[in-house]
Each structure stands twice: as C-alpha cells, then as structure tokens.
C-alpha cells in the first residue's frame, strides 16, 4: 500500500535555527517524492522534488531508499517559512495521483 | 491571473441536498484531478481525467459522486443527496505531460454540510 507519514503535526523553531521535517513513506516500486507548501491564505503549491534536486528558498530534501525517508531541511529557519507542509509521493507511470501526508505545521518563532 | 480555478470557494447546503463544483485548469494542461481535505489531514485522491477521459476512480468516491470534463477543459464534481460526512475542502489540480509532472492546484471549495 501507499503511504505517506508526516510523525510530527507541528513544529516550532526560532529564527535562524535548522529545521527538519520527517517524512516516511512507503511503496512497492521506486516512487517520485515532493514536498508541497502552503502558506497562510495561499494555495497549496510545490516546494521541491527529488527528481529535481534542487534546492528552492534555502530547503533541501534527500530521498534516502534504505530508510524509505524523505525528510526537508533548512539550515537557517525564517518567519517566512511558517507554513503548512505536506509530504507526497507519485508512482512512476499511469495516473500520476498524489498521496499526502497529513501535513507538519511549522512555526518559526522570532 | 492563469491559475486553476475553482468555483464558489465556498458551499453551504443542507443534508440531502445536491452540490455542483467547477474547476477551470490551466489551459494548455490535459491532466485534472480532484482530491479531497478533511480538517487535520492531508488531501486524498478522487479521481483523475487525461482530457475527457476519467482514467481513475478512488474508494473514497461512493456512487453519489460524480465527475465529468466534457470537452477536456473544464470539470465539473457532483455530490448528490449530501451527508454531513462530506463535509472538506475540495482541490482541483492540472498537470501537463506523460507523467511525473508538477499538479498544480486550484485554490480550493469548501463545502459544509449542515
């Protein structure tokens, strides 16, 4: 079966503190990971995705197989990033559906 | 603003009553999909169209659903005789491509069921 795991509901750091947000998953195959964000009144969008490896507003996600993880971090956490983020996987092929996670609510506090 | 769009942002209907919500993808996209969000949880697929055809179907989409994109551009999601378990936010999402590409979302209708 799919599925997403977001351990953590929320999260709160200080400013300029690294953060981390776990995420577990788990699939039969070799799946696609994203990381999805949204901000307060904003539409949920894409943050980064493994494939990609990029590194968007200073986060970046490593997609670990033996540990079937794939935790976001930051070095330097900013009261911007306060947000509602969201873990999700594809299949490789076919419909392409989002499975989420429930979602890790981080605070960054000044 | 090119955006998926999704309209009303907001329901409220009556235990029984039928709801019709529109998504309006970005309009090169031939990829749409429906999730849903209940308070505290992430959203869950529905079902997905590559342009007029509805390729999947999730268990969560009980036989009072029903979704269509006639001409593969906009869609339409039903909900008849509604019950207060169907109370969410409903997201569109369009996406472009063979697969593995970016979905994009709409901002959402929240439907509550008194």
């Known amino acids: 079966a799919q599925r997403v795991t977001q351990p953590e509901k929320l999260l709160s750091v200080f400013k300029g503190a690294p953060v981390e947000l776990k995420c577990n998953y788990s699939?039969?195959?070799?799946?696609?990971l994203f990381w999805y964000v949204q901000y307060s009144r904003q539409r949920l969008q894409l943050l980064l995705r493994?494939?990609s490896r990029e590194s968007i507003k200073g986060f970046t996600a490593d997609l670990n197989k033996g540990e079937t993880s794939f935790h976001l971090k930051k070095p330097f956490a900013q009261e911007e990033d306060s947000a509602m983020y969201y873990c999700?996987?594809?299949?490789?092929?076919?419909?392409?559906?989002?499975?989420f996670g429930q979602g890790t609510r981080l605070t960054i506090n000044p | 603003d090119t955006g998926v769009s999704q309209d009303p942002r907001h329901k409220i209907t009556k235990r029984g009553q039928n709801v019709t919500f529109r998504c309006d993808p970005i309009?090169?996209?031939?990829?749409l999909y429906w999730y849903r969000q209940t308070l505290g949880q992430g959203p869950e697929f529905l079902t997905y169209?590559?342009?007029?055809?509805?390729l999947e179907k999730s268990r969560l989409l009980s036989d009072r659903f029903s979704a269509e994109r006639p001409k593969g551009s906009f869609s339409t999601l039903e909900i008849q005789r509604t019950e207060q378990g169907d109370s969410a936010m409903y997201l569109c999402?369009?996406?472009w491509g063979q697969g593995g590409e970016t979905q994009y979302f709409g901002p959402g209708t929240r439907l509550l069921v008194l």
């Open positions: 999402a369009s996406s």
């Open positions: 699939y039969s195959g070799s799946p696609e």
């Open positions: 493994h494939i």
């Open positions: 999700a996987l594809s299949g490789v092929g076919g419909a392409q559906k989002l499975v």
């Open positions: 309009s090169e996209h031939n990829r």
């Open positions: 169209f590559q342009n007029e055809a509805q």
